[in-house]
């Protein structure tokens, strides 16, 4: 992104609004908002760049396709737990994520953004199971840890490969590995 604007990742983050993003995930802003507050200074700038820069980093992770084919497989429901705006779909067009779990928990629709409590709270009632029903994965670490305060058993991901392993140690059994009818090609998610 920082090709666009020609700035250093420092400088991005010392024009750029202080609480637009957070507000545009909270579903505060619209995205005509989002677009006009961006830089704190009312800059003009490449919006539809913007969204292609982040359009074009997402990709599967390796072996993640493969462990969300076999978790489903297994029977097991999983659901996207995301702080995001509205621009989760850009995630979903291109990578298809439905296919493998619904987009159920994201900021821009409940208004809540992870650490905070309630979110976890709420997604535990929406599913209709206590937090310790629950086995949430993150890669942030104040994510994990509010998890776990409200009862959710949470791994902090690292890869598909370490996921698996401390999936099956929770006592997640999954099946051995299937053949599918289509195969899903993907590097990251």
Not at 18 to 40: D, M, N, R, V
Not at 61 to 80: N, P, S, V
Not at 152 to 175: D, H, P, R, W, Y
């Amino acid at each position: 992104m920082l090709h666009i604007y020609r700035f250093t990742f420092k400088e991005l983050l010392a024009a750029k609004h202080p609480t637009a993003w957070i507000e545009f995930e909270k579903g505060l802003l619209s995205e005509e908002e989002f677009a006009a507050s961006f830089f704190q200074d009312g800059r003009e700038y490449d919006y539809e760049g913007l969204k292609l820069c982040m359009a074009s980093g997402y990709e599967y992770l390796d072996g993640m396709a493969t462990l969300l084919q076999r978790l489903q497989g297994a029977g097991f429901e999983m659901h996207a737990f995301s702080n995001y705006p509205s621009w989760y779909t850009m995630i979903e067009d291109k990578l298809k994520l439905s296919q493998y779990l619904p987009w159920s928990f994201v900021s821009c629709h409940s208004g809540l953004r992870k650490p905070d409590h309630q979110a976890y709270l709420d997604a535990a009632e929406h599913l209709g199971v206590q937090p310790s029903e629950c086995i949430f994965v993150d890669d942030q670490p104040r994510n994990i840890e509010a998890a776990a305060k409200v009862g959710m058993l949470a791994i902090q991901f690292q890869n598909a490969e370490s996921l698996e392993k401390e999936l099956v140690a929770c006592g997640v059994s999954l099946q051995p590995e299937v053949s599918f009818s289509h195969n899903v090609v993907c590097d990251q998610i």
